[in-house]
């Protein structure tokens, strides 16, 4: 039989047990949330870097994802040792490597604006390709056009749109994490992220058009 300070340590090792069970998962959780609030940050500032990329060269998609990678090399430079002079160059070509690798696997670069309406509305012929012309907009009309209900002076403004799928990397939340995610959201990208073991963010930018559009549809 226990004696009632038996039973007092038995109940506080029992409440300690549960604490840590049920604080362990809260506290991992919310270090790795904290990790990918500073990614996401990190991915704003590339979507930025990919749209003024693309703005400069006719919305080039290919462009804006080399931008994107060059801008989130810091998140895959390893660790192992200092980054110094003598190992740099080599050093941030490989993690420059391994975030266009990572990009071409588990991510989406998208042009919003102008939408494809837009371009049919706007787009004229030059040097035998088609674009929506980026020079004197101050001296362009600005009726909107017939299927987009833009102006061109809209048109020239381009939106894009970064999707990601990042790595869970915090012991015991990526099962818990991804398993709770795949129940609520059906989104056929974010279930390709949950199998890999990653959870997808997300970035848009908004660049003006520095160069003529070109329109491929």
Excluded: K
């Amino acid at each position: 039989m226990l004696t009632r300070s038996h039973s007092r340590g038995a109940a506080t090792l029992e409440f300690h047990i549960v604490a840590l069970f049920a604080l362990l998962p809260l506290c991992l959780g919310t270090l790795q949330i904290g990790l990918l609030l500073a990614e996401n940050h990190h991915l704003d500032h590339a979507a930025f870097q990919a749209a003024r990329q693309a703005s400069m060269s006719g919305g080039d998609l290919d462009a804006a994802r080399r931008a994107l990678a060059r801008a989130a090399t810091v998140l895959y430079l390893q660790v192992d040792d200092e980054l110094e002079a003598g190992n740099a160059a080599t050093r941030v070509a490989s993690a420059y490597a391994a975030a266009l690798a990572d990009q071409a696997l588990f991510g989406r670069v998208a042009i919003l604006d102008p939408t494809p309406e837009a371009q049919q509305d706007f787009a004229v012929r030059r040097a035998n390709i088609r674009v929506i012309p980026n020079d004197g907009l101050e001296y362009r009309s600005r009726t909107a056009g017939r299927r987009s209900g833009q102006s061109i002076q809209d048109a020239n403004l381009l939106r894009l749109e970064v999707r990601w799928c990042r790595p869970l990397i915090v012991p015991f939340v990526r099962p818990l994490l991804t398993g709770v995610l795949r129940s609520i959201d059906p989104d056929p990208w974010h279930q390709f992220c949950y199998e890999q073991g990653r959870v997808p963010i997300r970035s848009e930018a908004v660049s003006p058009m520095q160069s003529d559009f070109r329109v491929t549809s």
